[in-house]
Structure formats: structure tokens, C-alpha cells
């Protein structure tokens, strides 16, 4: 009780219970006096035990220790954020200032707790306490030591403190501007900028506990409300309390205009990163650096996090204050969890835990709640069991629609089931064609499968037809094989294209499956597939239960291809050799038409080519093993062309009529676009000396300038492994080159070089193409 607020008396709530020891009224514990026995006596500070004794000989120490440990750490943060090494720190630095973010931002936390309407015991309340020196608590500093202050002064001293952070960091960077970089403030801007954001990210729940303290209030039994942080002042009954308003709110400008600052960039920083803004960069590095590249929103997620934690208090229910805040942590955690969002893996694990760690705290907190609602209590509870089994039944109601969709609905009209290393062009040309001829939904793993888990989920439920391109090992690799049997199990229709070099497992292989299987990437298993399943359907390859279809390796080009999808698609229809036709000038596409993959590669190119802008489909573009003429020896049209494209693949050094391609080219034409597929190597001074001599029956001196000129330049490398989009960015690149203006051709310079010796030339060739080969592949 106090005497003089409203009436004779006026029944105030101690917040603290050591500071009412009971008795008459108005009695307070010793050296305590005020509203609610709130304040200590003049010239005396509180103890743990809850009373006020007086200040001796050293009580100034805690705040002078305070003051400079505080300058001593802004000081080392701006001389270390103004140095380079920042932006290129080690994983090992970035975890540990990550890890020490994470422990302050969680003193924070439990500080705040402290402010909660829950009657904590020891030892939890000293604990508590403790912390509380992140929020400034003159209890701990003992600074009514120092100087004596009033309920307001005490107020603006804490908002001071922030003050002098802010005026403290300014006075050091302009120090460090001034003696590092003669005072070029505008170039080291960023600086400024990341001491400031680190200081606001971390200690962002003290800012604004300390800046919304003034609307922190609680309500005591006579109605009145006071101050949580300063509980001798009344809200909106007095004068000190309306000046502490209007300076919190003020002050308060800070904290909210840092968060909407940090939302706009991270807004931002996509479009900035892709126009290479360094200086954006530069100066939210600070948050940046934290996070994996593709995960920067999670630092707004943090920020956010930490802004309603310390607004919670404001709520005037203990058990809502409980539950918002497990209900914060646990959507963080969600996120966390989901996400992995910071860059060192081990603080994600830390972030976790502790975020876990603090629920479970809150949880045990509901036991010292004081007053609380049953009937309040009981309806929440009923609520959430009824929100827990009402999810469980709409999950399983979207299950059951989801698989009725699948039954009677295929997402995809056919699976290309194929082994990547050897035949990823050809799948990606197959899948071209399907949906040319039949306007098909075709999957192939690179453009449509987001997790490997799912992969036999979708053979089994959302397909209607299983391609089985059968080269030399497709049915060795686990995925192929889990895929092919699964198709098998649930009836798919299957179809088989056997391509050239492909040898049906034999009966000892398919007795001994682990050892046929390479089973290094993948167990099976896991997945619910057998080995007697994988047998089952290995077996049903010899019986005509299968729909089989040959790759034929003597079509010309594309045509062979054509045939396969022919078959594959039922239709009696024969590859149509219509040769290709392009006028002079025109751009002609080489590739090793021996190698089916080479060919389906150069299709590919020649399709996306075809979708660019310019004038490449205009002036004609053919597959050079395509053209009658050129079968038949007759190098007109290369000689013609306007532009070769070199397809390079594993033995395209090796294939005459490659090689006849170059020797014929050169000299003839400026623009050569040289493309390498993943499997071609450069060549070194072995295959010039040795191999070239034993293939090539003509004069060899003009086709090693010609090869060592060609391979000087920078190819383009087209992944045959890779999805759509990068495929035709790649093709693109192709597309750029070739409708680039007109340059010195490389024959020109080419000649200079020819008055060194053969031996020179190819050992310049050998190191360039080496240089070439390390630097894109």
C-alpha cells in the first residue's frame, strides 16, 4: 500500500515479493521505500536478496567497468570491420562471430523473461537477474552511487548509454577514416554502416526493451498501471512518465528505422548482387556474411524474431506472453530447421538447440504463473487438440484426393529412363522429339526431378510410359535399375531402345545382382525394391512382354533418332533420310557421327539455335554428316559455309571426317565456334607426334596449324547433364559468337606463327589447350 495516490490509500502490487516483507502498511524491506517498495533509499543500491544497502568505498566500480569495457569493444569493432580482411574471412571467424551473436541475442531472450508476468524462484530468478545487466539494470551497475537520480533521470540515463554507443562509434570511425584513409569518409561509408548494423542486430532486444519501456506497463490491484523497468512511476498520471513517453518513442526511431532498413535490403540484395554492386554489397555485408547465399531472408526472420520477443512484455497476461513466445520459436525454429539458413553448418545446429532449449524453459515457466485462467487454460487446450486432429484429417483427406488425381490422371506421358554419363544428349533429343510428335509430357531427371527421394514415387504413380534407353550400363546403375523394376511393378507400358554396344545381363549376372549392381551411390532397399524385384524385371527383357526398338547407328545424323521415337511412339513409320540443305553461307554443325551421343548433341544445339534471334535460321543451318554430298566426299558445302560450329566429343580427334571438317575450313572462313561436350579431353604433344600420324593419310602440316589454331580459341562448353535453361543459355553463348561482327580471322594469325618450327606450334598448342581445358571444364 501507499499513502497520497488516490485517497488515504492506495494498494500497489510489489513486483518483486522480497521487497514487501508484510506487516503494517506501507511497510518495505530494509532501505526500500515507494510505490510498491520499488525504489532504494538515497546513497544506497539493491542486493540479491531483494534490500537496499548502503554504498561503500568501491560501489563505483561496477559502472566504471561497464564504461570502458564497453569503449574498449566498440573501439576493436570499428578498427575490425574497417579492415578488408572482413570481407574474406575464414569459415572458422565466421562461426565464431556468429556463435557469440547467437549467445548475446540469447542473454537477451532470458533477460526478457525477467519482465514477464511470472513469479520465478531461486535459483531461476538469480539467474535471471544476472542477465539483466544487458538491459541496463542500475541494481547491477549500482550507479545511485554515483550520482543520485530521479525515476525520470534514470530513464534518459539508459537512453543516454545508447547515445553515447552511437557517438562513440562515430568519433572512432572518423579517427580511423582520418590516419588509415585520409579522410575519405564517402569510400569507407560501408564501414560505418556494418559497425552500426552488428551493434543493432545483436543487443536489437535491449534497444528496444530500453526504448519501449515507458508502454511496458502492469496493472496493479487499485487499477492504476506502472512501470515494468521503473515501477515507482505511474503510467499516464504523471509528468515524469508523459516526459519518458514522448523520449521513448523518439528514441525509438532507431530500432524500428534499422529493421525497416534491413527489410529494404534484403529486398534488395538480389537485384544488387546481379548488377555487382559493390558498394551495397560492402555495406550489408554484415549481413550477408552469416548467411548462405541463397538463404539472406533469414537475417529479416532473425531480426523480427528478436523484435517481438521484446515487445512481448507489453502484453498484459502471463499465459499469452508464455505462448507467444513459444509460438515465435517455434515458427523460428520451423524456419531454422527447414532452411539451414547460416553458413557454418555448426551454428545452425546451435541456433536450433537453443531455440528448442528456450521453449522447453517456457513450458516449465507455465508452473510458476501466479492467477491464471483456468477456464482460459482449458479452452486453449481444447483448441489446439482440436487444431492437432483437424491437420492430421486434412493431410490425410489431401492424401486420399492426391492418389485419386494420380489414378486416373499421368503428370507425365513418358519417363525417359537413361544412364547420364553415357547417353544425356540423346535423352534430352528424345525428349525434344516426343514432344515435337506428340506434344508429350516427357521427364528426364535434369530438367524435372527436385529430390532423388521421390524419383520412384513418380516412375510409380505419375507416369504412363516407361522409355528404357538401354546403353552399355544403364542397367548397372541402381537408379536406372530401381526405376526400370518399378515400372514393372506397377504395369507401366515399357518400351526398350536398344542402342549399339548394349548386352543383356547374363543368367550368372543376374543371380549375383549386388555384385551386377553398382550399389556405391544407392541401396535399393531404402526404397522398398528388392533384388528379386530387380531380377523379375531384368528377366522380362528376354520374353516379348517388352516392346523393343533399335538404335540404329548408320542413319545419317538425327534420323536414327527419329526412327527410335518412331518406335517408341507405335507408329510404323520409317526415318526419313531427308538430307540436310543449307545455302551458301550458312552455318554447318561438325560433330562425330559415329558417336550417338556426339549426334544428339549437335541436334540439340541445332533446336536451340534455331530459337534465337538474328540471322542464324535465315542463312540455313545443317548436321554436316546429314548432306549427301558430303557422304560422298565432296567438300563444297564446308567450303561454302559462312561459319563452322565444331561439336567436340571423346574421339572427335580421332574421326576422319572431323578432321576433314578443320582442313577444309581453314583458310576459308572467320568464324569458328568451337563446342565441347563433357567427355572431350584437349589433346597433348602424344596425339600430334603418335596418333595424328597413324590416322591421317594426307599432308599433316597443314592439318596440325589448323587443329593448333582452332584449339587456341576459347570454346563454349555444352552440358549435356545440365536442365533446359542453362542448356539454351549455353547455346546461346553459341548464338553470340556466331552473329558477332567480323574479326581477323584466325587463319591470319594463324600464318604468322607457321615460320616456327612444327615442334613449337604444337607444344604452344598442347599448353594452350591444356590452359583451355583446366579453365572450363
Known amino acids: ?140 551497475l549500482r550507479v545511485s552511487c554515483v550520482v543520485g537520480m530521479s525515476p525520470f533521470s534514470k530513464y534518459m540515463f539508459k537512453l543516454l548509454v545508447l547515445a553515447a554507443v552511437v557517438v562513440l562509434i562515430l568519433i572512432t570511425f572518423v579517427v580511423v577514416v ?194 491464471v485462467d483456468l477456464s482460459g487454460v482449458a479452452w486453449l487446450c481444447s483448441v489446439l487438440l482440436l487444431l492437432s486432429l483437424s491437420l492430421a484429417v486434412a493431410i490425410s483427406i489431401y492424401g486420399m484426393v492426391r492418389l485419386c488425381v494420380q489414378q486416373s490422371h499421368w503428370t507425365f506421358d513418358f519417363f525417359i529412363c537413361h544412364h547420364k554419363a553415357a547417353a544425356a544428349a540423346q535423352a534430352r533429343w528424345m525428349k525434344i522429339l516426343l514432344q515435337a510428335k506428340a506434344q508429350a509430357r516427357v521427364f528426364i531427371d535434369s530438367d524435372d526431378l527436385n529430390s532423388l527421394d521421390n524419383l520412384f514415387d513418380i516412375v510409380g504413380t505419375q507416369v504412363r510410359h516407361l522409355v528404357l534407353y538401354l546403353t552399355k550400363d544403364t542397367l548397372t546403375r541402381p537408379w536406372c535399375a530401381g526405376e526400370y523394376a518399378t515400372a514393372v511393378r506397377n504395369r507401366l507400358r515399357i518400351t526398350a531402345v536398344i542402342c549399339p554396344g548394349w548386352v543383356a545381363p547374363t543368367t550368372d549376372e543376374m543371380t549375383n545382382l549386388p555384385q551386377y549392381l553398382d550399389l556405391q551411390s544407392t541401396n535399393l532397399m531404402q526404397f522398398g525394391i528388392t533384388f528379386e524385384m530387380v531380377g523379375f524385371a531384368f528377366a522380362k527383357l528376354q520374353d516379348k512382354g517388352i516392346r523393343k526398338v533399335e538404335l540404329s547407328s548408320g542413319g545419317l545424323g538425327r534420323h536414327r533418332f527419329e526412327h527410335a521415337v518412331n518406335g517408341v511412339m507405335r507408329r510404323n513409320l520409317s526415318a526419313r533420310s531427308t538430307p540436310s540443305l543449307v545455302r551458301s553461307g550458312g552455318i554447318v554443325v561438325s560433330c562425330d557421327d559415329e558417336s550417338n551421343e556426339a549426334a544428339a548433341a549437335s541436334a540439340v544445339l541445332i533446336s536451340k539455335l534455331a530459337r534465337c534471334s538474328g540471322t542464324l535460321v535465315p542463312a540455313g543451318i545443317c548436321l554436316l554428316p546429314e548432306v549427301e554430298s558430303w557422304a560422298d566426299g565432296d567438300a563444297t558445302v564446308v567450303r561454302e559455309a559462312g561459319a563452322l560450329v565444331l561439336v567436340m566429343s571423346q574421339d572427335s580427334l580421332t574421326s576422319i571426317p572431323q578432321l576433314t571438317a578443320v582442313i577444309e575450313s581453314f583458310d576459308r572462313m572467320a568464324k569458328i565456334v568451337l563446342v565441347t561436350l563433357p567427355n572431350f579431353s584437349f589433346p597433348g604433344p602424344a596425339y600430334y607426334k603418335d596418333v595424328l600420324p597413324r590416322i591421317w593419310s594426307g599432308d599433316l602440316a597443314p592439318l596440325r596449324t589448323a587443329l593448333t589454331t582452332y584449339l587456341r580459341q576459347i570454346s563454349i562448353a555444352l552440358n549435356t547433364h545440365a536442365s533446359d535453361e542453362l542448356l539454351q543459355t549455353q547455346c546461346n553463348s553459341v548464338a553470340e559468337r556466331l552473329e558477332a561482327p567480323g574479326r581477323v580471322s584466325l587463319q591470319q594469325k594463324a600464318r604468322a606463327s607457321l615460320v616456327a618450327s612444327p615442334t613449337e606450334v604444337i607444344r604452344e598448342s598442347s599448353t594452350s589447350t591444356q590452359s583451355e581445358e583446366d579453365d572450363f571444364n
Open 1 to 140: 500500500a501507499f499513502v497520497g495516490v488516490q485517497g488515504e490509500y492506495s494498494v500497489f502490487r510489489c513486483i518483486d515479493a522480497r521487497w514487501c516483507p508484510g506487516g503494517a502498511v506501507g511497510t518495505c524491506t530494509k532501505g526500500r521505500e515507494g510505490i510498491g517498495c520499488a525504489e532504494c533509499k538515497a546513497m544506497m543500491f539493491a542486493g540479491d536478496d531483494g534490500a537496499c544497502y548502503p554504498c561503500g568505498a568501491t560501489s563505483w566500480f561496477p559502472l566504471v567497468a561497464f564504461c570502458v569495457i564497453t569503449s574498449v569493444a566498440v573501439i576493436t569493432l570499428v578498427v575490425w570491420m574497417d579492415s578488408d580482411k572482413v570481407y574474406t574471412q575464414q569459415l572458422t571467424v565466421i562461426l565464431i562471430s556468429t556463435t557469440l551473436a547467437l549467445l548475446i541475442s540469447s542473454m537477451q531472450q532470458f533477460s526478457v523473461l525477467g519482465s514477464l508476468d511470472v513469479a520465478w524462484v531461486e535459483p531461476v530468478r538469480t539467474l535471471i537477474e544476472a542477465l539483466s545487466l544487458l538491459s541496463f539494470d542500475f541494481h547491477i
Open 178 to 371: 582520418l590516419l588509415k584513409h585520409k579522410g575519405r569518409f564517402a569510400h569507407r561509408s560501408s564501414t560505418l554502416v556494418g559497425v552500426l548494423g552488428s551493434v543493432f542486430t545483436v543487443f536489437l532486444i535491449t534497444i528496444m526493451q530500453v526504448t519501449f519501456a515507458p508502454v511496458n506497463c502492469t496493472k496493479n490491484p487499485n487499477g492504476l498501471y506502472v512501470m515494468r523497468a521503473l515501477p515507482m512511476v505511474v503510467c499516464n498520471e504523471s509528468p515524469e512518465h508523459t516526459g519518458m513517453l514522448v523520449a521513448g518513442l523518439t528514441a525509438s526511431n532507431m530500432p524500428l528505422g534499422f529493421i525497416t532498413a534491413v527489410c529494404w535490403a534484403m529486398w534488395q540484395y538480389p537485384k544488387r548482387m546481379m548488377t555487382g554492386d559493390a558498394a551495397f554489397n560492402r555495406a550489408f555485408h554484415f549481413i550477408a556474411v552469416r548467411y548462405r547465399p541463397d538463404s539472406t531472408w533469414y537475417s529479416v526472420v532473425f531480426i523480427l524474431r528478436s523484435a517481438i520477443i521484446s515487445l512481448t512484455p507489453l502484453i498484459n497476461d502471463p499465459l499469452v506472453q508464455v505462448i507467444l513466445m513459444v509460438t515465435i520459436f517455434g515458427f523460428a525454429n520451423l524456419l531454422q530447421t527447414r532452411f539451414f539458413p547460416w553458413r557454418v553448418h555448426v551454428a545452425n545446429v546451435l541456433d536450433s538447440a537453443m531455440m528448442g532449449l528456450m521453449i522447453l524453459f517456457l513450458v516449465a515457466a507455465s508452473f510458476f504463473m501466479d492467477n
